[in-house]
């Protein structure tokens, strides 16, 4: 017998109300009943956000009935934007973005109905001369163009 993926969910919403800071990424049960979730937090994840969904599944199992193993893990750092819950959270940082018809690198401004805002410096081509020149840009992109967006990892500030 294995476990059903609607029950665990189930437990994973129950565990998430008591924070509703707190959202669902991913949940897998793989063969063996090995339960795999996945959560982000408008706000920075703790270890204790962690064991409390982990504690609100577990104390609803019973392993004598049915054996299983459960991790519950934060989305990591490099994971790719989701949710727009997530790209809230990371306003101010810079992404890489990658649309159908181009990636840009470039710092999120802000997040609107069903979009996000992007910033960033270019070098083009001067209109008068040789050489190239910095443009600031900016840009629009809806949820729905965006096939891949990442966090930039800067390790110098």
């Given at each position: 017998?294995?476990l059903e993926k609607?029950?665990?969910?189930?437990?994973v919403?129950?565990g998430?109300?008591?924070?509703k800071?707190l959202?669902?990424?991913?949940?897998q049960?793989?063969?063996?009943n090995?339960?795999?979730?996945?959560?982000?937090g408008?706000?920075d994840?703790?270890?204790?956000?962690?064991?409390?969904?982990?504690?609100a599944?577990?104390?609803n199992?019973?392993?004598?009935i049915?054996d299983?193993?459960?991790e519950v893990?934060?989305?990591?750092?490099?994971?790719?934007l989701?949710y727009?819950r997530q790209y809230?959270?990371?306003?101010?940082r810079?992404?890489?973005?990658?649309?159908?018809?181009e990636?840009?690198e470039?710092?999120?401004?802000?997040?609107?109905?069903?979009?996000?805002?992007?910033?960033?410096?270019a070098?083009?081509?001067?209109p008068?001369g040789?050489?190239?020149?910095?443009?600031?840009?900016?840009?629009k992109?809806a949820?729905e163009?965006?096939?891949?967006?990442?966090?930039i990892?800067?390790?110098?500030?």
């Open positions: 017998m294995a609607e029950q665990i969910l189930t437990l919403r129950e998430l109300e008591e924070d800071s959202f669902l990424i991913d949940l049960i793989s063969g063996g090995n339960i795999k979730v996945i959560i982000d408008d706000r994840l703790s270890i204790s956000d962690c064991v409390n969904i982990s504690r599944i577990e104390h199992l019973d392993r004598e049915e299983f193993s459960l893990a934060s989305c990591g750092a490099t994971e790719p989701i727009p809230q959270k990371n306003v101010g810079k992404l890489a973005v990658v649309t159908k018809e990636k840009i470039a710092d999120l401004v802000g997040v609107e109905e069903g979009k996000i805002h992007l910033k960033w410096t070098k083009e081509p001067k008068v040789k050489g190239k020149h910095k443009v600031q840009k900016e840009t992109i949820f163009d965006i096939e891949k967006a990442q966090v990892i800067n390790f110098n500030k």
